[in-house]
């Protein structure tokens, strides 16, 4: 045999082909090839250059059985790498093609090759049985014959083509008969009567040829002794019974009833069954049959997927001497059932897949089978869930799973994945596969945070690093794409945002933690500076490219009572000589001054107090105390208002002068407070009107810190006395001259000018609030705020001519809020509580107007 091994080998080697058809390579290779025989230069076949299949990993797939070949992995060629037997691998399929998968990486791609394992001779036929002993009685007749078990050969082809040969005998030939299928049954014809006397054993050699080249050969010993007497063998009355039977049948289930007659009598008319032989051998227990009614019955199970056709050969002997059998041979034939579930294999996994992977991605590779036939072997495939995964078929039987729609991770972030395959059959089987794929994460989510805007109460004066509140942002991503740092992004104060105008940023107020989001005062925070701080607090994580989030924080400072009241100048300044507060060394630091007149009515306004508290609401909401005198003295002064009025009419029993010390507290908590002290000089109602023309051009009304005592006083009002005297002097004169060119001219109107008129108003304010006059009067007033100068009119008073058309032209005059400190009002007969000078009617006050740069004070008149 090793004479033509060698050239065979080589003349099918170098007969192997290829052929892209659809994608699929095909090689033929004989078997029983050596280990390491190269069956195709496959990397080369594909289209891989030289040393990219090692590279790329060209490799085969198993799908759950042998191949026996493989891939050099330098080379990229197809080897024979263990024992092909092509009987193994396909029985007697013709032709045995092996279908496999080749994966080569970067791209991932799959091919299919067929591999033809062809057949080469080396196998010999082989009979069931070394030695078939025969006994045939001498009166048999001539051309009798006797079935004989032929011989069987694995191999396929010419391979497998028998012939058969009987050594030369003058009493036997041998008879072979070839049926529609290529099944040959062989026969032992006697040619010559038997004489058992002559020769009671006949030997012979049946020999079984295949039509290999070269060809093998397989021999039975055929011992035959002849028998005396009984002649008439039982009859079948069918040669062949063909029955077909489903591969479910049950055990026991019955596969054909035979019926067999034999004609003699006696004990030669009675026989019984026996099974021979049956074809594919070795299956002869799966049968049995009743020896007496000739019922063969299943003992075993039948696979289609296995055996599709069982040749049994029945004998019946009868019990004459010597007995005498009849053959028949009953073919079954295995019908297929739906009894095999798809298979589903994994060939190739690739996971996890990225959240933003494309759609079209192929996940995994897949093989599906049925071992079926017909319609019970077509399969259908489905996934499970039907999104976002779907199934592309590729080839017969290989699919691949390839992404149908976008993936989101923060929804989920794993799938179970069920291949589930189905065949055709009724009922139809189902095969599944359970896949688990991941899901990678990539940065597409911003943090966010919980409020688009946080408003943040912070008490004034905490302490650097106090904790204001905490930030939170989510980001549903993972790792490093979901840590989320913070930082103060945007956001100060200035301008009218606060007490210096200068603008701040935010962050050099407040810091945010980076990590926790904790956001943290860096210094004590001041109402007085700064009510509303608003910044921005921007949350990023630590993606590639990292994303973003912001929240706007509204930082709201809560006012602390800090501050304690301040006490107002005179001149509308800043606190100035006379003031005190709870930091002074005593509540007589200072003191301020004003002059009120002998019998003043009770509510006489004769000073104002000003204070402001730089707090806010309760904190800065001030009242005002008298603290001395306690007890039922001539003054008192307003809660809320800080005017000191007369709480009766004066006396000259009252004294000539009185000290008040006034407290000014505001509401907040703890009380703070402030106190002032106010020297009332009481005068004849001439002096306090020349006292006050004197105040006004330096200070105020009637309200002055004191200086010099008494000597200075009396001084500076001899002075004013003269100084009054000349203007009043001048004004008459000038008066006069007008009444007279006045009379000269409206005589009719002279007698107006003895009639009695309203009193006339004289109105000082200090800090330029509003002043006005009682009905059918005219207020002007100037404002110190308006500019650095003072306006001061005198002008003469005429009586309203009678009747009620007076009042009608002379509209009252909103009622104002009137704020102001400081006034000093004499003769307040008619303006109890207002900050006027009343003059009674007649009066004559020279039309001057006086600007005064220096005094800072407004003074108005209304007649």
């Not at 100035?576 to 509540?587: D, M």
Request: net charge negative.
């Amino acid at each position: 045999m090793g004479e033509w091994w060698g050239p065979v080998v080589r003349v099918l080697v170098l007969q192997a082909a290829w052929a892209l058809v659809g994608g699929q390579v095909r090689y033929s290779v004989p078997e029983e090839a050596k280990a390491g025989t190269v069956v195709g230069r496959l990397a080369q076949d594909l289209g891989l250059e030289a040393g990219e299949a090692e590279a790329r990993r060209l490799r085969l797939v198993s799908q759950g059985r042998r191949a026996s070949v493989e891939v050099s992995g330098a080379s990229g060629a197809l080897v024979v790498s263990s024992r092909l037997d092509r009987e193994e691998l396909c029985g007697k399929s013709a032709p045995c093609a092996l279908r496999l998968e080749v994966l080569v990486e970067r791209p991932l791609r799959v091919f299919h090759v067929e591999l033809e394992v062809t057949d080469i001779n080396d196998n010999a036929p082989l009979f069931p049985a070394a030695r078939k002993n025969l006994s045939l009685s001498e009166n048999i007749p001539s051309r009798s014959r006797f079935p004989l078990e032929g011989a069987s050969d694995p191999d396929i082809g010419d391979n497998a083509q028998l012939s058969y040969t009987l050594s030369p005998s003058e009493h036997f030939t041998l008879d072979v008969k070839s049926s529609d299928d290529n099944r040959k049954s062989l026969f032992l014809v006697l040619e010559k009567s038997l004489d058992r006397e002559t020769l009671p054993v006949h030997r012979l050699l049946l020999t079984a040829s295949d039509g290999g080249r070269p060809s093998l050969t397989g021999t039975m010993e055929l011992v035959i002794s002849v028998l005396d007497a009984n002649d008439n063998a039982p009859q079948f009355n069918q040669s062949v019974y063909k029955v077909q039977l489903l591969e479910s049948a049950a055990e026991g289930t019955v596969v054909a009833r035979l019926n067999a007659t034999d004609p003699d009598e006696g004990l030669n008319r009675e026989f019984s069954y026996s099974i021979v032989s049956s074809v594919p051998a070795g299956n002869s227990d799966l049968f049995r049959i009743d020896p007496k009614r000739g019922e063969i019955r299943l003992t075993g199970g039948l696979d289609f997927e296995d055996v599709r056709l069982h040749e049994i050969q029945i004998e019946a002997t009868d019990e004459g001497t010597p007995p005498l059998s009849g053959h028949c041979s009953v073919e079954l034939e295995v019908l297929d059932v739906n009894d095999n579930a798809p298979e589903v294999w994994v060939t190739s996994l690739s996971v996890p897949v990225p959240e933003d992977a494309s759609v079209g991605t192929v996940v995994a590779l897949l093989s599906v089978s049925d071992r079926d036939s017909g319609p019970n072997g077509r399969v259908r495939c489905a996934v499970w869930p039907a999104a976002p995964f779907g199934l592309v078929s590729t080839f017969a039987g290989s699919y691949s799973l390839v992404l149908r729609e976008a993936l989101d991770r923060e929804q989920v972030s794993e799938y179970e994945v069920e291949v589930r395959a189905e065949d055709g059959g009724s009922p139809s089987l189902r095969g599944r596969r359970g896949l688990r794929v991941p899901v990678s994460d990539v940065n597409d989510n911003a943090p966010a945070f919980a409020q688009a805007v946080y408003t943040v109460l912070a008490r004034e004066n905490n302490a650097a690093g106090a904790e204001l509140a905490r930030l939170w942002a989510r980001d549903p991503d993972e790792a490093a794409n979901g840590r989320v740092r913070y930082s103060v992004w945007e956001g100060g104060v200035g301008g009218g945002g606060s007490a210096g105008g200068r603008w701040r940023p935010a962050s050099s107020y407040v810091s945010v933690d980076a990590e926790s989001g904790r956001l943290r005062a860096l210094q004590p925070l001041d109402y007085e500076e700064v009510q509303v701080l608003q910044f921005e607090v921007r949350a990023v994580d630590a993606g590639e490219p990292p994303l973003c989030g912001n929240a706007t924080v509204q930082l709201f400072v809560v006012d602390e009572n800090d501050n304690a009241p301040a006490l107002l100048p005179a001149g509308g300044g800043g606190p100035g000589p006379g003031v005190s507060s709870e930091a002074a060394s005593g509540p007589d630091s200072g003191a301020l001054w004003a002059w009120a007149a002998w019998g003043s009515p009770a509510g006489q306004v004769v000073a104002k107090i000003r204070a402001v508290d730089a707090d806010s609401g309760y904190n800065a909401w001030l009242r005002y105390e008298l603290w001395e005198p306690r007890g039922k003295g001539p003054f008192r002064v307003g809660l809320y208002s800080g005017e000191v009025s007369t709480a009766r009419a004066l006396e000259e029993a009252d004294g000539p002068r009185h000290r008040l010390v006034i407290v000014v507290r505001d509401h907040g908590e703890p009380v703070r407070s402030a106190t002032a002290t106010l020297s009332v000089s009481l005068v004849e109602g001439a002096e306090a009107a020349l006292a006050a023309a004197g105040s006004s051009s330096s200070s105020g009304a009637g309200l002055r810190p004191a200086e010099g005592g008494a000597a200075a006083t009396g001084a500076a009002a001899t002075t004013n006395v003269w100084l009054v005297v000349a203007i009043c002097a001048v004004s008459s004169l000038f008066l006069l001259a007008v009444v007279l060119y006045g009379a000269s001219r409206w005589a009719p109107r002279a007698g107006v000018l003895s009639g009695p008129g309203p009193a006339t108003l004289v109105c000082a304010s200090e800090v330029g609030s509003w002043s006005y006059s009682q009905r059918q009067s005219r207020s002007l007033c100037v404002a110190d705020g308006a500019g650095k100068s003072d306006l001061m009119v005198f002008s003469p008073n005429f009586p309203p001519p009678p009747g009620p058309a007076a009042k009608e032209t002379q509209p009252e005059p909103p009622a104002l809020l009137d704020t102001v400190s400081g006034y000093s009002c004499l003769a307040s007969r008619h303006c109890p509580g207002s900050p006027f000078l009343l003059l009674p009617p007649g009066t004559l006050i020279p039309s001057l107007v006086l600007l005064s740069h220096s005094v800072g004070m407004p003074f108005g008149v209304a007649d």
